[in-house]
């Protein structure tokens, strides 16, 4: 029987990749990052000096992509290697975020990434983070979570996680930047952002991260009775 996959999909800052990560180390599954396959791709053709506009090229890049998703050692976070070098640091930047949404909206970039993306399906099950989860690459999963929260919430969200970092950031440029890309990404031909007919929606504008949490894992004791 082919393990079970979880799909949570959503724009960014709608808080998914928090949640992906509660519910893998909770269920003890494996996790799959697909943002993060996009994002190496981006680097891998800007490190090559293929031209993004050359969707044959870059597809083959992601085809032959030599990336590893090591477990951290005791305490420290897990590393992420393209072809042999630890990216970690340099795979969450703003930079690498712009070259991963030049490549995701070419199609054959897409399909090349399909089956890789599908080989991380292995026992006892998957969470899977992304856009297009629940619509294309797990069509048959049994539980398609459509997470989202409002462009303002989003927006105060990145804002406090910059001001962290100590960058200087203007939150309505972010808004803005924000707004821009969910009309992107929902209107792009190939995969668009949009729930699957039976996802279960979820608004986390006005919700904690246990909230949500919580929520989810009313859907996953519904579905698998053994959790
Ligand atoms: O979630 P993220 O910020 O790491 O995603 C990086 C880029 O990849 C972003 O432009 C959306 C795109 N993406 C996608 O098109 N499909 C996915 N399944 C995951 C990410």
């Known amino acids: 029987m082919t393990p079970p996959v979880i799909c949570i999909d959503g724009p960014s800052g709608s808080g998914k990749g928090t949640l992906c990560q509660m519910l893998a180390l909770k269920l003890g599954w494996h996790l799959l990052d697909s943002g993060a396959l996009y994002r190496l791709v ?19 890049l992601a ?23 630890d990216v970690s640091g340099e795979l969450r930047t703003e930079t ?7 490549v995701a909206v070419l199609p054959a ?10 080989d991380f399906v292995q ?5 899977a983070d992304g856009r ?59 995969s668009p952002l949009k729930p699957a007919d039976d996802a279960v929606l979820i608004d986390s504008s006005s919700l904690g991260v246990e909230q949500v949490f919580e929520r989810v894992l009313t859907e996953v004791s519904a579905r698998f009775s053994a959790s």
Do not use: C, W
Request: glycine letters at 6%.
């Open 42 to 60: 981006g680097m891998a053709a800007d490190k090559h000096q293929v031209d993004f506009t050359d969707e044959q090229a870059v597809a083959a």
């Open 63 to 85: 085809a032959d992509l030599d990336v590893a998703f090591l477990p951290g050692q005791a305490g420290e976070p897990s590393r992420v290697m393209l072809e042999g070098v």
């Open 96 to 102: 690498t975020g712009l070259l991963a949404s030049k």
């Open 109 to 118: 970039v897409r399909q090349a990434l399909l089956q890789r993306q599908r």
């Open 123 to 127: 026992a006892p099950g998957l969470v």
């Open 132 to 190: 297009d989860m629940g619509t294309v690459v797990f069509p048959d999963s049994p539980l398609k979570v459509f997470l989202t929260a409002s462009a303002e919430e989003r927006a105060r969200r990145r804002y406090k996680q910059l001001k962290d970092k100590g960058d200087s950031v203007n939150l309505a440029t972010l808004l803005k930047e924000i707004q821009d890309r969910d009309r992107r990404d929902s209107e792009r031909e190939h």
